[in-house]
């Protein structure tokens, strides 16, 4: 998740006065509206709940009204700071951080809480609907959704709650893994677009969990549920062999052996992303990038129209960040940003270590940089927790407080999909691509002139790296 803060507005209070808002923007969507008074209050919680020596510097107080240039000194440093405090391990993660930005969300789009009705879709297209408040949080639909499938609570932990944007003849685009520092209804609402939706997917990369997951009635049905989808919207690669005998399991209803067998099929368990720009091996070539078995894969066109497909494994990546930036939207003017004329640009590059002594940077440009920038980083955890011999199972903790909703004790059964359609044979051409991506020098990430754009401190250290002999390339 990115924090910026790209503006200000001048709003009336309550007493007729005006007062400055900071307009706090998550992954280049407005999250919420505060002034500096609240960002104070959360400083000076933080600061004596964790201490002086852990809380970055807050800008100071100023006795007289600010002058124009004063305020956008202030939005600068208080994106900073907001900025400071969500990349700390500690302070970015506390339920003080969190809940600050949730009341703050809420208080925004003023919409109060009360009880209402939530459409969670399936992969299969199926609609859960669950009874839920307006001000619940992430934790709490997902459990909430757990308990309308009957799904087992040590179960809860192997999936999350995914933002899409559904498109035209069934594509979807993966916008984000819902937060902890949000509300679901309030994200999806806020939109007012139905396009948006809410998915339940499972959120681990590492296959060898899926055994757990199917040692459960309802966890075989959601994992084979998104295993068709995913092998209907092309994500995962099947020929006509492979596509036949998958049809005969499923004919017989062995959905673990229909899994099994997507298990062994290329991409399995990827995220697909929409086509986008990189500049790798060239600048400007068009790319497909999918997520998945702790790498990124690239299908890049080439300028002479040649593809070529390779992966950038996430153990080679010393660091990774993403960049972002107000740019014009294409008008035939020349006139500078507007709030009306602008379009948020988001790029992720990440430094590859691509032979034992060279590390190049490799940059993605795309709408679902920070979708992918999840990614790796949902990767690197389950690296670093397989590693340390832990496990990714979880209790879901109950955060309800005295008087929160009646959760309806009828379960919903997760259908079936509908068998599968013969294979698209214009996918078959992608299993093909075996040429592999050559080495090629790379520029580096230039500054930004954007004042808006992440801090050039902004970086994403890499744990799970790891040092490579030529041998290992």
């Known amino acids: 998740m990115h924090f910026s803060i790209p503006e200000t507005e001048v709003r009336s209070g309550e007493n007729g006065s005006t007062y400055v808002a900071y307009n706090i ?45 004063e305020v956008e000194q202030r939005r600068e440093q208080l994106e900073k700071y907001m900025q400071a405090v969500r990349q700390d391990p500690l302070l970015g993660t506390s339920e003080m951080f969190n809940s600050f ?3 703050a969300q809420q208080e925004t789009q003023q919409i109060p809480t009360e009880e209402v009705q939530l459409e969670v879709h399936l992969s299969n297209g199926q609609k859960v609907k ?77 296959s060898a969990y899926d055994s ?17 989808s995913d092998i209907e919207r092309g994500w995962i690669l099947v020929n006509k062999d492979q596509h036949r005998q998958l049809k005969s399991l499923q004919e017989k209803g062995s959905k673990k052996e229909f899994i099994r067998l997507a298990q062994t099929l290329k991409y ?3 995220i697909k992303f929409d086509p986008c720009i990189t500049d790798f091996p060239e ?23 040649q593809m070529k497909e390779g992966s950038f494994k996430v153990t080679r990546m010393r660091c990774w960040r993403v960049t ?17 004329k602008c379009e948020v640009k988001l ?85 093909k691509l075996s040429t592999k991506l050559s080495s090629v020098s790379l520029r580096g990430i230039s500054a930004s002139n954007s004042a808006n754009d992440i801090s050039g401190n902004d970086f994403h250290g890499n744990y799970a790296f790891e040092g490579i002999g030529d041998d290992d390339l």
């Not at 997951?213 to 966890?219: A, K, L, S, Y």
């Not at 790796?376 to 389950?382: G, P």
């Not at 690296?383 to 379960?411: A, C, P, T």
């Open 347 to 431: 790029e992720l590059a990440f430094e590859y270590l691509m032979s034992k002594d060279r590390l190049q940077w490799v940059t993605i440009t795309s709408p679902q940089a920070i979708m992918m920038s999840i990614c790796l980083q949902s990767m690197v955890d389950e690296l670093m927790v397989k590693k340390s011999g832990g496990s990714i199972k979880k209790q879901m903790q109950k955060k309800r407080l005295n008087g929160s909703i009646h959760r309806s004790d009828s379960q919903q059964a997760v259908k079936s999909p509908p068998l599968l359609d013969s294979p698209d044979p214009n996918r078959e051409q992608v299993v």
């Open 130 to 206: 669950v009874n839920i408040l307006t001000s619940d949080q992430t934790e709490d639909v997902l459990e909430a959704v757990a308990t309308k499938l009957d799904l087992p609570e040590d179960l809860v932990g192997y999936f999350s709650l995914f933002l899409v944007q559904e498109g035209l003849e069934g594509g979807c685009t993966f916008v984000r893994k819902l937060q902890e520092f949000e509300l679901p209804y309030v994200s999806v609402t806020s939109l007012r677009n139905p396009d948006y939706r809410i998915v339940l997917r499972k959120s681990y990369w590492d």
């Open 212 to 228: 757990d997951v199917m040692e459960n009635r309802v966890g075989l049905n959601l994992l084979y549920a998104q295993t068709v």
């Open 283 to 305: 600048k400007g070539c068009h790319v497909i990038v999918s997520a998945g078995n702790n790498e990124l894969n690239f299908h890049v066109k080439l300028p002479n129209n």
């Open 324 to 340: 972002s930036s107000q740019v014009p939207v294409a008008n035939g003017t020349a006139n500078p940003c507007s709030s009306s």
């Open 101 to 103: 930005l949730r009341k």
């Open 25 to 69: 923007h998550v992954n280049g969507v407005l999250h919420c509206r505060v002034r500096y008074s609240q960002l104070l209050g959360l400083h000076e919680q933080i600061k004596k709940e964790y201490g002086n020596n852990v809380v970055p510097t807050f800008p100071p107080k100023k006795i007289f009204t600010l002058t124009p240039a």
């Open 268 to 270: 399995f368990g990827y």
